[in-house]
């Protein structure tokens, strides 16, 4: 037996680009003035998640029928209905909220989306939207994004970080940029360089301290991050870092990036340490699969999409 049609809900909502099915089924809800469970319950929806791991199914004929949304346009736009799915560790470890003035458009906000390692930020309104790389997972504890109009050079590194991808390729780049990460985790570590503390104070003005996870935090070394990246990122520079004879070229290249306000004297001569180990653990091939990429003994696989359609 089979049950009653799904009827269409009256106020047409269609999904973003890169939306979570649980942010679409919300937005449906309150556009629709209905809970949230009635959607669930029209879409055979399965119980809600028991833990972090577990993923809901629902039926996504029925989703179409109620939403007026042919099925192919919603597995096209929804990652997690994708077929195959899609290579989840080239997006961000979490979804998080969409730059509110480029979804204006849609209703029944906010949208949370995935997005790829290196969207850190909106060029058209000025709001930084993500992390510095993947090994953050800085999460925004509002819908609120920050303000970047102050600091163009945040700006201009989210401009340089896409255009290293368009030239490299995400993978490639994906790898730099977690170098760079933990590079510069390496060198700071808790305590900021001076850059850091102007870009926080224009951030955050009334903050006195500031959480590793914070947005902000992630934002105001951003520009250093992406300039590591962007030579970390080039065959030339990984062979000079391959070589003993050129290696310690290869170093000071990449100290001359840093912004060393703090003491720190990062290649004694003579003797290797942390991170000369972590640098040429990078530039080493890496592989990948459809699942996931594996580098210096890090494997990145992404999100865990919370729902599949049957
Ligand atoms: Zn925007």
Redesign the pocket.
Known sequence: MTGAPTRRLPIPTPPVTWETVTSYLERLAATNHTAVRDIEAAIDASPNKVSYSHKRNFNLDKLSALTGQPADHLRRVLPELRQPAPRWWLFQAFPRPA????VRRHRGGPVHRYYPHHVTA?V??N?WLGTRAPAATAWPVTDHAINIERLPEIKSAQVRHRRLVRRYGQAAVLIATRAAFDAWEHIHGRYLGHNQDRRLTVLQPAAHQHHLEDPAFHAASYPEIVAAANLFVTRRWQIQATFPMTQNHAYAAFCNLLDLSIRYDPLPTGHRNRLTTLIDNHVRPHSTNHNMITSAGIRYTGPRAGWTAQ
């Open positions: 730059c509110p003035p480029c909106c058209k309104h709001l």
